[in-house]
């Protein structure tokens, strides 16, 4: 589909858009689908090309927050497996699945996630006292819990994936013992694997825009770049009450489509 030169415009800044805010906190799709819908774009058309042009994004934003990434490499290599399985699940059920089938449980499952970012410093409290009086020491990779969630978000990712990064953020800060900016870190190696895999699947078997998928790409890709650099510089405060504001608009978007 040949784009305007306006549209290919607001394509190119709704990718920088996006880009920057899932380096900070995800949920970039909610600012580059309805910009692909309005050029005309079918649904599965837009959503496909939006997984593709993300993830040179994602990989620019993870690149950018590497300092944080240092130590994690186990964690990296287990929870990515994870990562990689769900999201391929995602991409499998998007095809096979009418559009409407995530509509009425995604905000829902968003707001419980604000709801634990918000709560995640008294839960961690109150998870580190509990350890402690059993004598048990905190799983460096979060355990079961961590993996199956991480699963299900991971898959939700790979279908759609808007507010994928807020699921992320509050499972890992609640059920990892550490920082937040090293957990954005280890969130944005995960959308490049969940974003990848799906792209990789949808490349061979759905309807790709490329012009789309190539404004979106370069635009993501600059705004990786300028979220790493403002993310990491915002306090665990901040960033949470970021979390929340995405979190809150991306809710409302849903409930309102």
Do not use: C
């Not at 807020?166 to 957990?183: C, F, K, T």
């Not at 790493?228 to 309102?256: D, E, F």
């Amino acid at each position: 589909m040949a784009l305007s030169i306006w549209e290919a415009l607001a394509v190119l800044a709704a990718g920088v858009g996006a880009g920057t805010i899932n380096t900070i906190v995800g949920s970039g799709t909610l600012i580059t689908f309805p910009v692909l819908l309005a050029t005309g774009l079918p649904p599965i058309t837009a959503n496909v090309s939006n997984t593709l042009g993300l993830v040179p994004g994602a990989i620019s934003g993870a690149i950018g927050y590497r300092r944080e990434l240092r130590g994690q490499r186990r964690r990296v290599l287990r929870l990515g497996t994870t990562a990689l399985i769900g999201g391929l699940s995602g991409a499998i059920l998007l095809l096979a699945l009418p559009s409407q089938a995530f509509d009425a449980i995604v905000p829902a499952l968003i707001a419980l996630a604000l709801v634990l970012v918000v709560l995640q410093p008294r839960l961690a409290r109150a998870l580190a006292r509990r350890r402690e009086r059993n004598g048990t020491t905190a799983p460096t990779d979060g355990g079961p819990a961590l993996i199956a969630g991480l699963l299900l978000a991971s898959a939700y990712g790979g279908y759609f994936g808007a507010a994928q990064g807020v699921l992320y953020l509050s499972l890992m800060g609640v059920l990892l013992h550490e920082e937040l900016q090293r957990v954005n870190a280890l969130k944005n190696v995960l959308a490049v694997i969940v974003n990848g895999v799906a792209a990789l699947f949808f490349v061979f078997v759905a309807d790709v825009d490329w012009t789309a998928v190539l404004l979106i790409a370069v635009g993501s890709t600059i705004g990786g770049q300028i979220g790493a650099k403002v993310g990491r510089r915002l306090s665990p405060t901040v960033l949470r009450g970021v979390i929340v504001a995405v979190g809150i608009v991306a809710i409302v978007q849903m409930l309102l489509r």
